[in-house]
């Protein structure tokens, strides 16, 4: 229903007391003499009807980037823009924007109907009306035959939905929604996920979602922005920033388990481009090398990266020496916990392979040999950067 441009946003908070007498050490956010710098140089163009997630650790400005949005926060400096329209000192109440909370904030008092239907009460919209949307949005959400109860006679999941009702009744223009599955388990987070994608095909509806969490932000988002320290580090397609990270921080952030780190060198020879990893040196395939060399990569140690799905035993060839400490039967695979040179590494080896063949999981301290494809691995400068970039 509306595009959005966000254009080199910034948030400054003040000098508190406590900034002034040094709490400032304890933050990797930026402070100036105005005040520390929550969001900095944020820049996104978002299309109608698309999904977006804002993902990142606690503190990272995710939240404050949502409430700018919303106009619960004032924007320092920067442009936001609603179907072209400049909204920085638009009144939350006129942006069309609807937000969806943490802590659902629904009316304990009032019954789901009531808390539904009560943006289109504030509106003096007539009472035919109201009832007719919220039949509607209930529907979609599945939730008719509680719309008599209290929320406090409801699930966490129920009030949820309930939550969100309230805030697409009035069909508005964005939908924001800040970690809104953050209070419920584990199971009914992944439900909730799934009936979050079915809301997305039946509204039309432009979604900015925050959250800490990696596996909602790949599995929702259309596009998803990492962010660190008030900045963005990445922006991409869940895909993309799998397959392809821009830093050390993206691809130790998405993923589980964590990728692996070893240290290494990449060095040149009349044959190109080739690396060693922990002491073993390794040929690189050509597209890797032309990469390099597009990125004009310099010679230096670098940190290799590769996930755990594409590590895998190799038996008695040459590969890592590992130690095994610990495996983890998950059913379909096992995770295998080691150490390479007092390096914590994992692998994920499924339980039977393409021949049918069962994984017999290696002993606690024994050594097994670890080898992977360097097609699929990532390398790192000095400063965390993709050398391939």
Same mark, same amino acid.
């Given at each position: 229903?509306?595009?959005?441009?966000?254009?080199?946003?910034?948030?400054?908070?003040?000098?508190?007391?406590?900034?002034?007498?040094?709490?400032?050490?304890?933050?990797?956010?930026?402070?100036?003499?105005?005040?520390?710098?929550?969001?900095?140089?944020?820049?996104?163009?978002?299309?109608?009807?698309?999904?977006?997630?804002?993902?990142?650790?606690?503190?990272?400005?995710?939240?404050?980037?949502?409430?700018?949005?919303?106009?619960?926060?004032?924007?320092?400096?920067?442009?936001?823009?609603?179907?072209?329209?400049? !909204?920085?000192?638009?009144?939350?109440?006129?942006?069309?924007?609807?937000?969806?909370?943490?802590?659902?904030?629904?009316?304990?008092?009032? $019954?789901?109907? #009531?808390?539904?239907?009560?943006?289109?009460?504030?509106?003096?919209?007539? $009472?035919?009306?109201?009832?007719?949307?919220?039949?509607?949005?209930?529907?979609? /959400?599945?939730?008719?035959?509680? =719309?008599?109860?209290?929320?406090?006679?409801?699930?966490?999941?129920?009030?949820?939905?309930?939550?969100?009702?309230?805030?697409?009744?009035?069909?508005?223009?964005?939908?924001?929604?800040?970690?809104? =599955?953050?209070?419920?388990?584990?199971? =009914?987070?992944?439900?909730?996920?799934?009936?979050?994608?079915?809301?997305?095909?039946?509204?039309?509806?432009?979604?900015?979602?925050?959250?800490?969490?990696?596996?909602?932000?790949?599995?929702?988002?259309?596009?998803?922005?990492?962010?660190?320290?008030?900045?963005?580090?990445?922006?991409?397609?869940?895909?993309?920033?799998?397959?392809?990270?821009?830093?050390?921080?993206? @691809?130790?952030?998405?993923?589980?388990?964590? !990728?692996?780190?070893?240290?290494? #060198?990449?060095?040149?020879?009349? #044959?190109?481009?080739?690396?060693?990893?922990?002491?073993?040196?390794?040929?690189?395939?050509?597209?890797?090398?032309?990469?390099?060399?597009?990125?004009?990569?310099?010679?230096?140690?670098?940190?290799?990266?590769?996930?755990?799905?594409?590590?895998?035993?190799?038996?008695?060839?040459?590969? /890592?020496?590992?130690?095994?400490?610990?495996?983890? !039967?998950?059913?379909?695979?096992?995770? @295998?916990?080691?150490?390479?040179?007092?390096?914590? @590494?994992?692998?994920?080896?499924?339980?039977?392979?393409?021949?049918?063949?069962?994984?017999?999981?290696?002993?606690?301290?024994?050594?097994?040999?670890?080898?992977?494809?360097?097609?699929?691995?990532?390398?790192?400068?000095?400063?965390?950067?993709?050398?391939?970039?």
């Amino acid at each position: 229903m509306a595009s959005l441009q966000l254009k080199n946003l910034k948030k400054i908070y003040p000098h508190s007391a406590n900034t002034r007498k040094g709490t400032e050490k304890k933050t990797n956010l930026q402070i100036t003499e105005e005040g520390v710098v929550a969001v900095q140089d944020f820049s996104l163009d978002i299309a109608d009807k698309e999904f977006i997630v804002l993902v990142g650790p606690s503190g990272c400005g995710k939240t404050t980037t949502l409430r700018m949005v919303a106009g619960l926060e004032e924007i320092t400096a920067g442009e936001l823009y609603i179907d072209g329209k400049l !909204m920085n000192d638009v009144e939350p109440k006129n942006r069309d924007i609807s937000m969806v909370f943490q802590s659902y904030a629904l009316y304990p008092h009032l $019954k789901v109907w #009531e808390n539904i239907g009560f943006p289109l009460k504030l509106r003096k919209v007539d $009472k035919a009306t109201i009832r007719k949307r919220v039949k509607e949005v209930a529907e979609i /959400l599945d939730i008719t035959e509680y =719309l008599d109860r209290k929320p406090k006679e409801l699930s966490g999941g129920q009030r949820q939905r309930v939550a969100i009702g309230r805030a697409i009744v009035r069909e508005p223009k964005v939908l924001l929604m800040d970690e809104p =599955l953050s209070n419920l388990d584990a199971k =009914l987070r992944n439900h909730m996920r799934t009936e979050i994608i079915k809301l997305r095909q039946k509204i039309n509806t432009t979604f900015i979602y925050v959250t800490h969490d990696q596996t909602e932000a790949m599995t929702l988002g259309d596009r998803i922005v990492i962010m660190k320290d008030g900045f963005i580090q990445q922006i991409g397609t869940p895909q993309e920033v799998y397959d392809h990270p821009a830093n050390l921080f993206v @691809v130790g952030f998405i993923g589980t388990p964590q !990728m692996n780190f070893f240290e290494g #060198e990449l060095l040149h020879s009349a #044959e190109g481009y080739h690396i060693t990893v922990e002491g073993h040196p390794m040929s690189l395939p050509m597209e890797k090398q032309n990469r390099l060399a597009a990125a004009n990569a310099q010679l230096q140690k670098i940190t290799m990266g590769v996930r755990p799905d594409y590590l895998y035993p190799a038996g008695e060839r040459e590969g /890592l020496a590992a130690r095994v400490e610990v495996t983890e !039967m998950m059913g379909s695979e096992v995770h @295998v916990h080691g150490s390479v040179n007092g390096k914590d @590494v994992v692998v994920i080896v499924p339980t039977v392979d393409k021949d049918g063949r069962h994984f017999q999981p290696p002993e606690v301290g024994e050594e097994i040999r670890l080898d992977f494809s360097t097609e699929l691995c990532h390398l790192f400068g000095g400063h965390g950067e993709n050398l391939e970039k």
